[in-house]
Nanobody, 124 residues
């Protein structure tokens, strides 16, 4: 059974940084794409970033390009989201997700497995 456990959220001032972690278990994830999504109150869940585990290819939402970096640690089965220069509009619950295959999807319905989420709050 696939388990995704996020950690690293918190409260930070605008301009600050946070690193989110997603510990994955229950599978060999080399055939998976791992994604980060976020959902702010009253808004739909939106794509943030994704990484293809096999070759490290990445994709980012335009709103976070140049500020966020997604990476993975094969030995620890963990995916990270380094978030720099945070803005109040980055405030949301951040979710880790996994989809089987090589396609880097950007829609929530393309991902089969989800974590419980971690809150990120950026104060102005």
């Amino acid at each position: 059974q696939v388990q995704l456990v996020e950690s690293g959220g918190g409260l930070v001032q605008a301009g600050g940084s946070l690193r989110l972690s997603c510990a994955a278990s229950g599978r060999t994830f080399r055939s998976y794409v791992m994604g980060w999504f976020r959902q702010a109150p009253g808004k739909e869940r939106e794509f943030v970033a994704a990484i293809r585990w096999s070759d490290g290819s990445t994709m980012y939402a335009d709103s976070v390009k140049g500020r966020f970096t997604i990476s993975r640690d094969n030995g620890k089965n963990t995916v990270y989201l380094q978030m720099n220069n945070l803005k109040p509009e980055d405030t949301a619950v951040y979710y880790c997700a996994a989809r089987y295959g090589q396609w880097i999807g950007v829609k929530p319905y393309e991902y089969e497995y989800w974590g419980q989420g971690t809150q990120v709050t950026v104060s102005s």
